[in-house]
């Protein structure tokens, strides 16, 4: 009867927004930080659904997505390291994973 009680008790627990996963990720040092993370996903955004018809407007945004390609990467490998010494699991690439793991060190 304890049990099904814990049990309904998580159960009723609201379920975590996204801002708590990320804030929860940058506690624990995945992402740099909860503002980089929506400045990036803003960036990301705005390549897959605005249409700048200026090539130069264009050009500088990639450049810009461009210019933070390291920090998007040490994020995978940080995920990555995380998930593996958290939840015991690995990517199913095992070359991205090997890939991933050899930035690490």
Do not use: G
């Amino acid at each position: 009867m304890d049990a099904l009680v814990r049990e309904r008790a998580y159960l009723a627990k609201p379920t975590p927004t996204f801002l708590n996963v990320l804030v929860f990720f940058e506690k624990h040092q995945v992402i740099a930080s909860v503002a980089q993370w929506h400045r990036v996903r803003k960036m990301r955004n705005d390549a897959a659904h605005d249409y700048d018809l200026d090539p130069a407007a264009t050009a500088a945004h990639f450049n810009q997505i461009h210019e933070e390609l390291p920090e998007l990467v040490q994020t995978a490998v940080r995920l990555v390291a995380f998930c593996q010494q958290w939840l015991d699991c690995t990517p199913l690439d095992h070359e991205l994973h090997h890939v991933l793991m050899a930035r690490l060190s």
